[in-house]
């Protein structure tokens, strides 16, 4: 057996190695080769950073497949690179395609989000109260029976979802159903009962008829009957910040509807797209699942039927995290752009999968909005002209021209010129606000930083350029 040192020098040797030979999306839409170059850059730190063995991306722009690359081992012992046509575990991603099964069911009228789960499965805690939206939704309040991140001995002997029902299911509820958040495995299983249980049919036969098949999607696999394969990724943990190891495989039974999926990251780019072109439900399904679930109170949760929701610095996100043993996730849509982001890695409890995402994201984004570019350069020069007592009134409107009075000027430079140069200056946020687009930045001086934030005119003048701490 090779030494813990050999298997770090396979990762090493894996991570330095130029990209993999990896299989490229068909030729419908294509990234500019330096935003490939960047894309190719960030995946390489991140799993240097993290020491992830492996990664694959799939990147829709426009609505098609852009771009996919895969980077590092997929097998370390023999050493194995990775391969955009290989299969990753993808998780909990795989719970946005059981709330998909629930809302084609309820299109066809064979149920209602409203219904109680006590109609399928009237042995669970308080089931008459509970309802198929809340199971959804994670504001049921039936507790989770796997929020480690590790598999626990029980774990790694077969199991079957009723198993799992019968005991987390049948305990009394966290919470008061609707009053509550609370992200529990627990409630997927519950729903892919209830499919089973409406469609007369295996949960997995049934997206295949109604997803896969229709989408193409022809890498799907259900590692909750099997591991996957030699000639796929091998699933990795790491101990601190010890050595790779392999990962253990949970047993048969405990993934079912809340994690069980197994697919190429260009087929979750598929859905992806599906879900862009309201391709499997109808609009009005989708904004159902793709709207903020608000509880009780009236709070919202930031989470969907089976899916997170967001808008980062304007732009509306649809996303979910996957992770199972060996394996972690990120696919995140943001489908009034046309844009989707997929990224799977073969080691688990790493973020590395999420930043990669956010990376790649921040590229296709830095590279479509231009104006991004010109508000931090300009916010830049009026900076360092601030250090200095100083400003072009030309850029600003009467009322900014006001604000910058002889006083506001003093105070300006007294207060920033000892800060010295910027060395960083970054957009955090964007929005619209009172006719005019808002935009903060934070600007970095040495060791200091700054928050600042600038209202635009229509006609390109600045009404607000306001600092403050951070």
Same mark, same amino acid.
């Given at each position: 057996?090779?030494?813990?040192?050999?298997?770090?020098?396979?990762?090493?040797?894996?991570?330095?190695?130029? /990209?993999?030979?990896?299989?490229?999306?068909?030729?419908?839409?294509?990234?500019?080769?330096?935003?490939?170059?960047?894309?190719?850059?960030?995946?390489?730190?991140?799993?240097?950073?993290?020491?992830?063995?492996?990664?694959?991306?799939?990147?829709?722009?426009?609505?098609?497949?852009?771009?996919?690359?895969?980077?590092?081992?997929?097998?370390?012992?023999?050493?194995?690179?990775?391969?955009?046509? =290989?299969?990753?575990?993808i998780? !909990?991603?795989?719970?946005?395609?059981?709330?998909?099964?629930?809302?084609?069911?309820?299109?066809?009228?064979?149920? #209602?989000l409203?219904?109680?789960?006590?109609?399928w499965?009237?042995?669970?805690?308080?089931?008459n109260?509970?309802?198929?939206?809340?199971?959804?939704?994670?504001?049921?309040?039936?507790?989770?029976?796997?929020?480690?991140?590790?598999? =626990?001995?029980?774990?790694?002997?077969?199991?079957?979802?009723?198993? *799992?029902?019968?005991?987390?299911a049948?305990?009394?509820?966290?919470?008061?159903?609707?009053?509550?958040?609370?992200?529990?495995?627990?409630?997927?299983?519950?729903?892919?009962l209830?499919?089973?249980?409406? #469609?007369?049919?295996? +949960?997995?036969?049934?997206?295949?008829?109604?997803?896969?098949?229709?989408?193409?999607?022809?890498?799907?696999l259900?590692?909750?009957?099997?591991? $996957?394969?030699?000639?796929?990724?091998?699933?990795?943990?790491?101990?601190? +910040?010890?050595?790779?190891?392999?990962?253990?495989?949970?047993?048969?039974?405990?993934l079912?509807?809340?994690?069980? $999926?197994?697919?190429?990251a260009?087929?979750?780019?598929?859905?992806?797209?599906?879900? =862009?072109?309201?391709?499997?439900?109808?609009?009005?399904? %989708?904004?159902?699942?793709?709207?903020?679930?608000?509880?009780?109170?009236?709070?919202?949760?930031?989470?969907?039927?089976?899916?997170?929701?967001?808008?980062?610095?304007?732009?509306?996100?649809?996303?979910?995290?996957?992770?199972? !043993?060996?394996?972690?996730?990120?696919?995140?849509?943001?489908?009034d752009?046309?844009?989707?982001?997929?990224?799977?890695?073969?080691?688990?409890?790493?973020?590395?999968?999420?930043?990669?995402?956010?990376?790649?994201?921040?590229?296709?984004?830095?590279? /479509?909005?231009?104006?991004?570019?010109?508000?931090?350069?300009?916010?830049?020069t009026?900076?360092?002209?601030?250090?200095?007592g100083?400003i072009?009134?030309?850029?600003? !409107?009467?009322?900014?021209?006001?604000?910058?009075?002889?006083?506001?000027?003093?105070?300006?430079?007294?207060?920033?010129?000892?800060?010295?140069?910027? &060395?960083?200056? &970054?957009?955090?946020?964007?929005?619209?606000?009172?006719? =005019?687009?808002?935009?903060?930045?934070?600007?970095?001086?040495?060791?200091? #930083?700054?928050?600042?934030?600038?209202?635009?005119?229509?006609?390109?003048?600045?009404?607000? %350029?306001? *600092?403050?701490?951070?």
């Open positions: 057996m090779p030494t813990a040192s050999r298997r770090i020098f396979h990762i090493c040797l894996a991570l330095l190695a130029v /990209t993999t030979a990896a299989t490229r999306a068909p030729a419908q839409a294509t990234l500019p080769a330096a935003m490939q170059a960047t894309i190719d850059s960030a995946a390489r730190e991140v799993l240097a950073r993290t020491g992830a063995p492996s990664a694959s991306i799939a990147v829709v722009r426009d609505g098609k497949i852009a771009y996919m690359n895969a980077y590092g081992s997929a097998r370390l012992e023999p050493a194995m690179p990775a391969t955009s046509s =290989m299969r990753y575990s998780g !909990s991603v795989s719970k946005q395609f059981t709330a998909t099964a629930i809302l084609l069911l309820a299109e066809r009228h064979k149920l #209602s409203d219904d109680k789960v006590g109609r499965l009237p042995d669970l805690t308080r089931a109260q509970v309802t198929v939206r809340q199971i959804l939704s994670m504001t049921s309040g039936y507790q989770d029976y796997w929020p480690q991140d590790y598999v =626990m001995p029980p774990m790694l002997k077969p199991t079957t979802a009723r198993t *799992i029902v019968n005991e987390w049948r305990k009394p509820l966290d919470f008061e159903p609707g009053t509550k958040w609370q992200y529990s495995n627990t409630n997927y299983v519950i729903a892919g209830i499919v089973e249980k409406v #469609s007369g049919m295996p +949960l997995v036969d049934f997206l295949r008829k109604e997803i896969f098949t229709p989408l193409h999607m022809e890498s799907v259900i590692t909750d009957d099997a591991a $996957l394969g030699p000639t796929d990724p091998e699933r990795y943990l790491r101990y601190a +910040l010890g050595p790779v190891r392999v990962a253990p495989k949970e047993g048969k039974g405990w079912f509807a809340a994690g069980e $999926l197994a697919m190429t260009s087929d979750l780019a598929r859905w992806d797209i599906s879900v =862009m072109n309201h391709t499997v439900l109808k609009p009005a399904s %989708y904004m159902t699942q793709q709207t903020n679930v608000l509880l009780k109170n009236g709070t919202g949760t930031g989470y969907g039927l089976g899916v997170d929701v967001g808008a980062p610095n304007s732009h509306r996100l649809i996303s979910h995290g996957g992770e199972v !043993s060996g394996f972690t996730t990120q696919n995140s849509i943001y489908p752009d046309h844009v989707a982001v997929v990224v799977v890695t073969n080691l688990d409890a790493t973020s590395a999968s999420g930043q990669i995402a956010n990376r790649i994201a921040d590229a296709l984004f830095g590279a /479509t909005d231009i104006a991004t570019d010109k508000a931090v350069a300009q916010a830049r009026i900076f360092t002209g601030l250090q200095h100083s072009d009134r030309l850029l600003f !409107s009467d009322n900014a021209n006001a604000y910058f009075s002889d006083q506001a000027l003093a105070d300006f430079a007294s207060s920033l010129g000892p800060l010295g140069a910027p &060395t960083e200056v &970054t957009q955090t946020r964007q929005s619209l606000r009172g006719g =005019m687009t808002f935009r903060a930045f934070r600007i970095r001086c040495g060791q200091k #930083s700054v928050a600042l934030s600038t209202f635009t005119l229509p006609d390109g003048k600045l009404e607000q %350029y306001q *600092i403050a701490s951070p």
